[in-house]
């Protein structure tokens, strides 16, 4: 999972700490005029079509490896059958992250988001894009926080969401529930023990640890399209048709908005370090009981992808779509 973005008052996360500390609105969002939507080309890359996938081999329990996405939308909170089925017969649920309210309030203080020393935010993103930030939230009468990290910006600006606003996500199924909250409030009710691939702290430190520079090349890069961005309403009917490579050239067609060397480090710590971490704390769980794993979509799909990472340790990869 990546960094939770999506925002709801029904959660207790570090988000609604977000709009006072950088003192941003959605609206910045809606008084932006859109461009056409993106439509990638559904690429051949491995593991990009479909959701579900069986994992098997000596040494484990068959288990399960099945795609989400961060969305707050109840058209996912319900699995297609062949995952109702390898959910059923799973013991643990193991996903990305398990959000401790308590835990994420200490993280996300307001000292913990702002820069030490004499650094500042203008310094770091030059006067033309804090000019541009500065327009922007005049608009709603605010001003940026000089002292603010430049993910914390960035990642409010929609950079988690590849830079896409999903406009039919703005819709009347809209859910208080990401679906992994939901599958974890489902394993609850059915008995079965949520795991966590991944810390709090961890999945803090994604962006929080990445060097300043790079933070505000990504901060730079929304700025400059905060008045072009780029509506994708087929995300999710790529998720629900299990069209996961086009999903991955979303990824990557945002990848290639940044300088090569951004694109490489926020690559790593957002998706391919985290795999080989999470599949290398995957494998004891899978050896004591089925485990049905739910993460993020762009976790499993190409070479350095967690299903990828399991056949090339000797286990047998199946889709079942």
Not at 80 to 107: H, M, N, S, W
Not at 121 to 138: E, F, N, P, Q, V
Not at 268 to 294: G, S
Request: glycine share 6%.
């Amino acid at each position: 999972m990546m960094v939770k973005l999506s925002w709801t008052a029904a959660n207790l996360r570090w988000r609604s700490a977000l709009l006072f500390l950088v003192g941003v609105s959605a609206l910045l969002l809606s008084a932006c005029t859109p461009r056409q939507p993106y439509v990638p080309e559904s690429s051949q890359i491995p593991f990009g079509q479909g959701r579900l996938w069986k994992v098997e081999g000596d040494g484990i329990e068959t288990s399960y490896l099945f795609a989400t996405l961060d969305f707050f939308d109840e058209r996912i909170h319900e699995l297609p059958p062949e995952a109702e089925t390898a959910f059923g017969k799973a013991e643990v649920l193991a996903l990305e992250q398990i959000e401790d309210p308590y835990i994420l309030r200490d993280l996300y203080k307001e000292e913990n988001l702002e820069m030490s020393g004499d650094r500042t935010l203008h310094d770091l993103i030059g006067a033309r894009t804090y000019g541009t930030l500065s327009w922007h939230m005049k608009r709603n009468l605010r001003k940026p926080n000089d002292k603010i990290k430049p993910w914390v910006l960035w990642a409010y600006l929609g950079g988690e969401h590849f830079g896409f606003f999903d406009y039919d996500y703005e819709v009347d199924t809209r859910s208080d529930k990401s679906q992994a909250d939901w599958l974890e409030d489902r394993a609850v009710t059915d008995g079965k023990k949520p795991i966590a691939l991944q810390t709090e702290q961890e999945v803090f430190d994604i962006y929080d640890k990445m060097p300043l520079e790079h933070q505000a090349a990504m901060l730079q890069e929304r700025a400059d399209r905060l008045g072009e961005m780029s509506p994708g309403p087929q995300m999710m009917q790529f998720y629900l048709d299990g069209d996961l490579a086009r999903l991955k050239a979303l990824w990557l067609e945002y990848l290639s908005w940044l300088p090569p060397a951004t694109a490489e480090v926020l690559d790593a710590r957002r998706i391919t370090d985290r795999n080989l971490v999470m599949v290398e704390r995957l494998l004891p769980l899978m050896k004591e009981q089925p485990v049905f794993t739910a993460v993020d979509h762009l976790h499993l799909t190409g070479e350095k992808g967690m299903l990828r990472l399991l056949e090339q340790r000797g286990f047998s990869v199946v889709s079942l779509r």
